[in-house]
T-cell receptor
């Protein structure tokens, strides 16, 4: 089992540029979660999908952030335009049932200069 | 406002001794609690969980205790091993799939 796959693993960009992070959940999992980890705020949920439908996006910081899940095997988190304060590690996680454990990907370390 | 708090950013223990990691929560609606472990450059991995109907759950060297009246849970690792050195996140869940995480405690187990 390949686990949750995220790409890229590292991204360095300049302020103002568009950034797209990608996630492939574990096959058969119905829910997908995007988290952000920073020193100040720890690990916080940005948005989650169930059966490709966004359920709760209350953690998305502002309109510069958007997330999509066009099918059961792919999701993107886009930041446009990016700012230095967006620098963080972004994790994607998935689970099969609401009561199941969430399985995390290895994360994408984003640095915005 | 942090609903899940891990007040100790770091903890250092000797190999073979007990490690106790603490977590406090404020939301009475939380009914399921989890601990995740995270190594550098990896995603968090599930370690152990406990439902609010229990006060203790044990899995090998890992035991989680829940004190609902105090809104407090703790993770005990006995005996601690150098491979346990990692960041430990406490998480809480209630009424939805959302997990609310604490900021983590970095555990260092010295040989």
């Amino acid at each position: 089992d390949a686990g949750v796959i995220q790409s890229p693993r590292h991204e360095v960009t300049e302020m103002g540029q568009e950034v797209t992070l990608r996630c492939k959940p574990i096959s058969g999992h119905n829910s997908l979660f995007w988290y952000r980890q920073t020193m100040m705020r720890g690990l916080e949920l940005l948005i989650y999908f169930n059966n490709n439908v966004p359920i709760d996006d209350s953690g998305m910081p502002e309109d510069r952030f958007s997330a999509k899940m066009p099918n059961a095997s792919f999701s993107t988190l886009k930041i446009q335009p990016s700012e230095p304060r967006d620098s963080a590690v972004y994790f994607c996680a998935s689970n099969g049932q609401p009561s199941d454990t969430q399985y995390f990907g290895p994360g994408t370390r984003l640095t915005v200069l | 406002d942090q609903q899940v708090k891990q007040n100790s950013p770091s903890l250092s223990v000797q190999e073979g001794r007990i490690s106790i990691l603490n977590c406090d929560y404020t939301n009475s609606m939380f009914d399921y609690f989890l601990w995740y472990k995270k190594y550098p450059a990896e995603g968090p991995t599930f370690l152990i969980s406990i439902s609010s109907i229990k006060d203790k759950n044990e899995d090998g060297r890992f035991t989680v205790f829940l004190n609902k009246s105090a809104k407090h849970l703790s993770l005990h690792i006995v005996p601690s091993q150098p491979g346990d050195s990692a960041v430990y996140f406490c998480a809480a869940q209630g009424g939805s799939e959302k997990l609310v995480f604490g900021k983590g405690t970095k555990l260092t187990v010295n040989p």
